[in-house]
């Protein structure tokens, strides 16, 4: 994992921030934002890991924003996308809470022990940010 991870850091191409709760300095989860495509695309997937204790309290919303102000911010990117299973609603509300907005169906695309599962892809550019359309600005 270390040596496919490290090497994408470097590059820019792959952020990992753990999420604790403040006042316990416990972790809870982790956002993600890592480059999709080539080198030269300025698309990027945000990714959220919540351990079901803490779901329903915001805090992937909370996240989901300050990632999107990094990646239009600091990195400058064009686009900000995300993949969901149609049915994970935890995991669509916080998207939705930040603006990204739902472009289609990506139908049989994600498959694991439980079964093969429909997604939504959910995505967010530069000029929907600057216009003021992500609420976590």
Same mark, same amino acid.
């Given at each position: 994992?270390? +040596? ?6 470097? @590059?820019n191409s792959y952020y990992l921030w753990a999420m604790e709760l403040?006042?316990?300095? #416990?972790?809870?989860?982790? %956002? ?5 495509? =080539? @080198?030269?695309? !300025?698309?990027? +997937? ?12 915001? =805090?992937?919303? +909370?996240?989901?924003?300050? $990632?999107?102000?990094?990646? &239009?911010?600091?990195? #400058?990117? @064009?686009?900000? @996308?995300?993949? !969901?299973? %149609?049915?994970?609603?935890?995991? $669509? ?8 907005? !739902?472009e289609g169906l990506c139908r049989n695309l994600y498959t694991n +022990?439980?079964?093969?599962?429909? !997604?939504? &892809?959910?995505? %967010?550019?530069?000029?929907?940010? =600057?216009?003021?359309?992500? #609420? #976590?600005?």
């Amino acid at each position: 994992y270390l +040596e496919n991870t490290i090497p994408k850091y470097n @590059e820019n191409s792959y952020y990992l921030w753990a999420m604790e709760l403040k006042e316990k300095k #416990q972790a809870i989860g982790a %956002m993600a934002l890592n480059r999709r495509g =080539f @080198e030269i695309d !300025c698309r990027y +997937e945000i990714g959220c890991y919540l351990g079901e204790a803490f779901w329903r309290n915001g =805090f992937s919303t +909370e996240a989901t924003g300050a $990632v999107i102000r990094f990646g &239009f911010g600091k990195l #400058q990117l @064009e686009r900000i @996308e995300a993949i !969901c299973a %149609m049915d994970n609603i935890g995991a $669509v509300a916080p998207l939705i809470a930040s603006g990204l907005i !739902c472009e289609g169906l990506c139908r049989n695309l994600y498959t694991n +022990e439980n079964g093969t599962y429909d !997604c939504n &892809f959910y995505a %967010m550019t530069d000029t929907d940010y =600057f216009a003021g359309k992500c #609420q #976590q600005k």
